[in-house]
């Protein structure tokens, strides 16, 4: 993970403009503020407030989770229920992405669960 | 938004869910000078039902929204405003589970865990979708339909670009409409019920002459926009590398058994998929509240009386959580509730409370009365069961495959407590929402049991993921 330094030179360095294609609505409809996030170290356009969940979709990221046993996963019940959107919010695992709202310097993981990075054996029984 | 759970210095009523039960129930209270608090998950209040947009946008509301929904939820949301220095809401907290010879219930709200006592405890805590798995159901871009729903009318992102709509009820159709607003593509409805029980319910369904108007609305734009509605047909499975590329549908039998000489593949991103709800008792069941079975409407829910009291003192359960008939109805019983508290509080007695309600309740016998209908078309048929194959995930947390839970059976486990020892199907994250209700149908179907012998998954503290820092923080 970046630390905060790094965090900061890789938020200036977004230049590219990354196109949420699937927003509903054009920029100029929404009044959230749009800032910058990280998505696994890469700059992305989020808008605040927004939940995590959203933000990944907007950007066609679907198999974003990853249950206990290494298996990717997406979204599913999308209210909170399933748990298996669960994804690594500034540093904590097993966040439900649905259920998280976006916020200034945010950092998202996909693919992170301790489980299965601790333990690699656990996987392999 | 509160950052901390302040406890109040005497315990006061505590409703957990602000959906139209949770809210209706504390605003009844606040019109009686009684003080509230309100626990919820979500980050804001509404419930499911009116999910307040996470965007600020010039309409207030997402486009795909109707003129109804809208001033629905508006109605309901001032009023909670008007009574904020009765009510207090704290969004973002998860009930951990309760102590109910305490009087007191725990929660997770900030990392922190924090122990809240009451002098009532109302469960609105509604329902979710129920899950039927079958082949692929585990791929990206397979989601609830309400889950779908939510992304294009709260966060107005459409969560793919062609979806196929497979499921039973009402809301089908109106998702349809709300997918097309939102400009996905929507390949087809296929609603699991015939149209003949369709037909025969008409009766029925007359008892709620703008619901049923509400619906023949949504048929009517699915037909001006192209959109098929096939009855009495259901989803056989799903495909995809990384993520859903093909969706298999078939006709179903009367069972619901997926007639598979005349299946049919579309090629589709996004597949959208609700055999009905499940009523979320995981707190009445921790809690120790009596619980009975209910095939149609959603499993095991508490057992209430008029007043919607539980068979535990001081709790009360209203909305989808005791008994599935969605937010019309659940906006009545979350009122009732409250004036069931009153009578228990001796603030009016049973004669006062009976007028009060009484047209309330002559509303409530017609809502159920409509619901009804639908429930006898929806309710969901044993053919579903027959979908997965050996391979199919059946618990998404645990990644237990059916192959696993019919070797467990044929070790003669016959209930589904001794089938999540043997399997961990149910003892993952989620806790067996995701799978519990397959298992215990399953098991029942191939051990010929009765639901009461297979029993359900006990819910037990805590009901939700929690980091021991989080314990050690509301220790300070």
């Known amino acids: ?125 | 938004m509160m950052n901390e759970i302040i406890v109040p210095s005497s315990p006061c009523p505590v409703i957990i869910g602000a959906g139209p039960a949770g809210i209706n129930a504390a605003i009844t209270l606040a019109e009686q000078g009684i003080e509230s608090i309100i626990v919820d998950e979500n980050p804001a209040p509404g419930g499911a039902i009116f999910r307040q947009p996470t965007k600020k946008i010039s309409l207030g509301f997402s486009p795909v929204i109707d003129n109804k929904s809208r001033q629905r939820a508006t109605r309901l949301l001032e009023n909670l405003e008007r009574y904020k220095d009765k009510i207090t809401v704290y969004n973002r907290a998860q009930v951990l589970g309760g102590l109910s010879e305490g009087d007191s219930i725990i929660v997770l709200h900030n990392n922190r865990v924090t122990e809240l006592h009451y002098s009532a405890l109302f469960i609105c805590t509604g329902c979710y979708e129920r899950s039927h798995p079958f082949p692929g159901w585990t791929l990206p871009g397979v989601m609830g339909v309400g889950g779908m729903q939510l992304q294009v009318k709260s966060n107005l992102v459409r969560p793919g670009h062609r979806v196929v709509i497979t499921g039973t009820g009402p809301l089908l159709l109106l998702a349809a409409k709300q997918f097309h607003d939102a400009g996905m593509e929507v390949v087809g409805v296929y609603e699991a019920g015939q149209k003949m029980d369709l037909y025969r319910e008409i009766p029925a369904l007359l008892a709620d002459i703008p619901l049923l108007f509400d619906g023949i609305k949504y048929l009517s734009y699915l037909k001006k926009q192209g959109i098929p509605v096939h009855y009495g047909w259901g989803i056989v499975g799903v495909r995809g590398v990384s993520e859903v590329s093909e969706i298999t549908v078939a006709p179903y039998d009367k069972d619901w058994q997926p007639l598979l000489n005349k299946q049919e593949v579309i090629n589709a991103d996004s597949l959208a998929v609700n055999y009905g709800f499940t009523s979320r008792t995981q707190l009445t069941q921790q809690l120790g509240c009596a619980h009975s079975y209910y095939h149609d409407r959603g499993g095991f829910k508490p057992d209430v009386d008029k007043w919607h009291r539980t068979s535990c003192e001081k709790i009360y359960a209203a909305g989808d959580v005791a008994g599935i008939y969605g937010s019309y109805v659940a906006e009545v019983e979350g009122k009732i509730s409250a004036y069931g508290h009153l009578v228990d509080l001796g603030q009016i007695n049973d004669k006062e409370a009976n007028l009060l309600c009484a047209s309330l309740r002559n509303n409530l016998k017609r809502l159920i009365k409509f619901q009804h209908g639908f429930s006898k078309l929806s309710s969901p048929k044993e053919g579903l069961l027959s979908l997965p194959d050996k391979n199919t995930v059946i618990c998404r947390c645990e990644n237990v495959t059916l192959d696993k839970i019919d070797n467990a059976i044929a070790t003669g486990i016959g209930d589904v407590t001794k089938l999540k020892m043997a399997t961990r199907a149910g003892m993952g994250d989620c806790q067996g929402k995701s799978c519990g209700d397959f298992c215990r149908n399953y098991l029942a179907k191939q051990t010929q049991r009765s639901q009461q012998q297979i029993g359900k998954l006990n819910a037990r503290f805590p009901l939700a993921p929690v980091t021991f820092a989080a314990f050690a923080a509301g220790e300070k």
């Open chain 1, 1 to 125: 993970m970046l630390n905060k330094n790094e965090f900061q030179t890789q938020k200036k360095s977004i230049n590219t403009i990354t196109l949420r294609e699937n927003d509903m609505l054009y920029e100029g409809e929404i009044g959230n503020r749009k800032i910058v996030i990280m998505i696994n170290d890469e700059a992305v356009y989020a808008y605040q407030g927004e939940s995590v969940l959203s933000t990944l979709l907007s950007h066609k990221i679907r198999g974003f989770s990853q249950n206990d046993h290494g298996k990717v996963q997406g979204p599913y019940c999308g209210m909170g229920v399933c748990y298996c959107c669960m994804v690594k919010i500034n540093g904590i695992n097993k966040q439900r992405a649905c259920q998280h709202s976006i916020e200034d310097d945010m950092r998202i993981d996909t693919r992170s669960n301790h489980f299965t990075t601790l333990i690699p054996a656990f996987e392999k029984e």
